[in-house]
Structure formats: C-alpha cells, structure tokens
C-alpha cells in the first residue's frame, strides 16, 4: 500500500483565491482526519470522517473551510477565500475501524504545505 | 491550562545519551499516542498505548493511567533521532487525537 496520499505537496496561492487540498486514505480505513500544524498552535484537529460521514468539525476555524469526502478513497479541504493566515502545513490521517476493546493508530500523509501571499 | 502538556519543550543530548521526554495530561483517555515528526515535516506513529510500556528497539513508552502521565524513553541515543516528538491523546470517547505541543530533540555527535 502506498500510504495516505496528499496532493499538491506544495501549494502557493495569493490572498482570496480558492484553495483545494487533496487526500486519499489508505484502502479499507474507516476513519479519515485532516489535521492543521502552524508554528504558533502546533497540531490541530480540523475536522474527521467515519464511513464518508463527518463526524466532528468542531475544529474547523471558520466558515471559509470546508471538507468533503464523497466516497470511501478521496477527501478534499476547500478553503474559500484563503487568507494569509492559513498559511500552514495541511495533515490528512486515516485509520481501520475503532471497536471498543481494540485501538489502531493513525497513519499520516506527507502534508500539503500551504503559503497564502 | 491545555489539556495535555509536554516537557521539555527543547532537548539537548549528546550521542549515547539516556533521552526521557514527558507527557501529562488532564482528562481521562482511551489511548495514548507517541508520533516522531522529521525535520523534512513527515509524522509517523511511534507508539499507541493504554496501559503499561511498549518497547522497540531503543524506544520505550510508558504509561501511568492513574497519574495522567507519559514517558518516552530513547536509550543510546543517536543524531539521526533529531526530531520532534509529539503526544497525543484519544479521549474516553470517540477518536479524534488532541496534541501536546511537541519536544525538539537534537542530538548531538
């Protein structure tokens, strides 16, 4: 398997456009996660997925964030409009299904670093 | 307070050297994550645990449910384990991870 894949790797935008981030979990995970990292916050939870479903968005900032994910192998994290702010590195996680005596961990893209002018 | 907290924030070790970094937290949790974050940015998954100690190679995590409190080890420590390593913990409930803010390790040759 080649792991979570994240694309673009890079990504520079200007002030006001539309940013789409890519994701695709690794196959037969139930669980998806996007993840935020700046220097100021560390690592933050955005937003994650159960079966396609979001399940807990409570850490997505604001209205100008939102994610999607339309079938079991593709997710996206739209920003509309970005701001320089958003600047940071953009983490997606999958993981296989959590019962509840059996925990599984968390396996990580190679991000999507984001710079907004 | 944050939730869950880290110390130290920046290590300094000589090669060879005894590593221990710590983790606390505050609630109650279903398990607990040790990741290792590269100079390059890439995040790769240590250790999960809930109870005990895990073991690999010159790694060892520990854990004291009842102390809300973590440990990982690294024993003869090497240059190349220069990184970032973060904690983080999945609450009693559901599975999403809160981070701590991370310990800068640089070892030194």
């Known amino acids: 398997d080649a792991g979570v894949i994240q694309s673009p790797r890079h990504e520079v935008t200007e002030m006001g456009q539309e940013v789409t981030l890519r994701c695709k979990p690794i196959?037969?995970?139930?669980?998806l996660f996007w993840y935020r990292q700046t220097m100021m916050r560390g690592l933050e939870l955005l937003i994650y997925f159960n079966n396609n479903v979001p399940i807990d968005d409570s850490g997505m900032p604001e209205d100008r964030f939102s994610a999607k994910m339309p079938n079991a192998s593709f997710s996206t994290l739209k920003i509309q409009p970005s701001e320089p702010r958003d600047s940071a590195v953009y983490f997606c996680a999958s993981s296989s299904n959590i019962h509840a005596f059996s925990y599984n961990e968390q396996f990580f893209g190679p991000g999507t670093r984001l710079t907004v002018l | 307070k944050n939730e869950v907290e880290q110390s130290p924030q920046n290590l300094t070790a000589q090669e060879g050297e005894f590593i221990t970094i710590n983790c606390s937290y505050s609630?109650?949790?279903?398990?607990l994550h040790w990741l290792q974050q590269h100079p390059g940015g890439g995040i790769v998954s240590l250790f999960m645990?809930?109870?005990g100690k895990k073991k690999h190679g010159r790694l060892i995590a520990t854990i004291n449910i009842q102390e809300k409190h973590s440990s990982l080890h690294i024993t003869a420590s090497h240059p190349r384990d220069s990184a970032v390593y973060i904690c983080?913990?999945?609450?009693?409930?559901?599975?999403?991870?809160?981070f701590g803010e991370g310990t800068q390790l640089t070892v030194n040759p």
């Open positions: 645990l809930s109870s």
């Open positions: 983080a913990f999945r609450g009693a409930s559901g599975s999403r991870l809160t």
């Open positions: 196959s037969g995970h139930d669980y």
């Open positions: 609630v109650g949790i279903s398990a």
